[in-house]
């Protein structure tokens, strides 16, 4: 068997474990645990390092539990929250629960008969049977309030300035978590709960139930909350959440978040968020050094990440996207982008709308310039750039003579129009 703690540590992952750990996990095959927010029916990359603890996990010939947090959910944690969120119904919590177990495929393995192959579990199957009354009486005598009261997530919250409080529901969060840990130490032998540096209180909160109910030992893994070199979140870019869903963000808007990662960055995520080996990263961490501009690192760590999530296709398309801004492109190459990878890779250029009524007769470059779009400022300006061969449609160089017809047309209703390198401009025909 693999040392998973040797491999967490020179991946940078490990921020702290129980004494033992290392131990326990050396001795034979241990069951292991993480916990993943339901309440969006896609993961994003913030939730990749703990799916990545749970993939070295099973790599290293341990069994990786993911639990689907379908009553915690329902809960909310308050660990790094200033304010409650809003509550999801089962049907809900279902949906989302299969929608993360196919995301979680990509890394572990579900289906095979191997004796460490994953298992995907929701504590909404144990808790919603249990009584607040047995609840408090079975679980909540074992754990004092001074003990939760003590917790980082609890104090956090409550001498914040934040009128809201804590309301009794979140405060009880611990207990439910901590529970999950116990449900899964005597149903599935589970001895090790990971997570996030910010779950070491609700961790030990359930190794403190195993021993006192559960009369065994129950370890703990922390990993660190990722952060930027310049102090800005992981995770979110101008809209918002990187999703691992294609269809909240595109395979080209998240490779791209990977390309523009800072060089100090880079070579911090290419050891968490890569199963490459620590010999091929050195490597590739001296050869980046050498060229920086050529970014190295950066396109090896978004084509691993990218692979991962989205596959092989999906890839390879994001690579041609950025060819098509950056590189020299073809009419072809443009027309062969969806909707919203074209979209994506244009956000933001100015754009006009102009009925698709105007292409039965062609509209003319002088009027898609100026005339209906005002992308130039006058009639003489567009015929300027035409004659100094300064204008293309679609990527395509093209003289005042040239039509703009349905033919041009990309996803059935853009147009992409080009003065120079640099400036685009977007029609789209209605």
């Given amino acids: 068997m693999k040392n998973f703690i040797e491999e967490l540590q020179w991946r940078g992952m490990l921020h702290d474990s129980m004494p033992g750990t290392e131990e326990h996990l050396l001795e034979e095959m241990r069951s292991a645990y993480v916990g993943f927010d339901p309440t969006a ?38 660990s790094g929250k200033s304010s409650e969120r809003n509550l999801l119904d089962e049907k809900t919590l279902r949906h989302n629960q299969e929608c993360v177990k196919n995301q979680l495929s990509h ?33 909540g005598k074992h754990i004092t309030v001074n003990y939760m009261m003590s917790k980082d997530s609890v104090k956090n919250r409550i001498s914040s300035e934040s009128k809201e409080g804590m ?23 589970t001895t090790l709960q990971m997570g996030g540096s910010d779950q070491w209180g609700n961790i030990t909160t359930g190794t403190e139930l195993i021993r006192r109910i559960g009369g065994g030992k129950g370890y703990a893994i922390t990993c660190p909350l990722i952060t930027k070199s310049d102090g800005s979140k992981f995770g979110k870019s101008e809209g ?38 620590q010999k091929t990263i050195e490597d590739l961490i001296i ?13 090896r760590l978004g084509e ?20 098509i801004l950056f590189g020299n492109s073809t009419a072809t190459a443009l027309k062969s982008l969806d909707e919203q990878t074209f979209l994506d890779v244009f ?47 679609n990527k395509e160089k093209v003289a005042e003579d040239f039509m703009i017809t349905t033919s041009d047309l990309i996803a059935e209703k853009y147009v992409l129009l080009q003065r120079g390198k640099k400036s685009y401009f977007l029609i789209r025909f209605e």
Wanted: glycine residues 6%; hydrophobic residues 40%.
């Fill in 41 to 78: 029916d896609s993961l994003h990359i913030g939730n990749l390092v703990p799916i990545m603890l749970l993939a070295h996990y099973q790599r290293c010939g341990h069994r990786p539990i993911a639990l689907v947090g379908g009553a915690t959910g329902m809960i909310g944690d308050p």
């Fill in 107 to 139: 890394f572990l393995d579900f289906t095979s008969d191997a004796k460490n192959a994953a298992i995907l579990v929701n504590n909404y199957d144990w808790m919603k049977e249990f009584s607040f009354l047995d609840f408090i009486r079975d679980v």
């Fill in 167 to 189: 309301s009794f529901t979140e405060f009880t969060y611990q207990l439910v978590q901590g529970y999950d840990f116990l449900h899964l130490f005597q149903k599935n032998q």
């Fill in 240 to 277: 918002g959440n990187v999703w691992l869903d294609a269809k909240r963000t595109s395979p080209y808007k998240f490779y791209q978040y990977w390309l523009n990662t800072s060089d100090e960055d880079a070579e911090k995520y290419i050891k968490i968020f890569t199963f490459l080996d």
């Fill in 287 to 299: 050869e980046h050094a050498k060229a920086p501009h050529t970014r190295i690192l950066q396109k």
């Fill in 304 to 323: 691993e990440v990218t692979l991962l999530v989205h596959g092989k296709e999906a890839y390879e398309n994001a690579i041609a996207a950025s060819e």
């Fill in 347 to 393: 956000d933001g250029i100015p754009q006009a709308v102009i009925s698709s009524e105007i292409l039965k007769d062609g509209l003319t470059m002088v009027d898609a310039l100026s005339g209906k779009t005002n992308f130039l400022a006058s009639n003489g300006e567009a015929k300027r750039a035409l004659k100094e061969n300064g204008i293309a449609v």
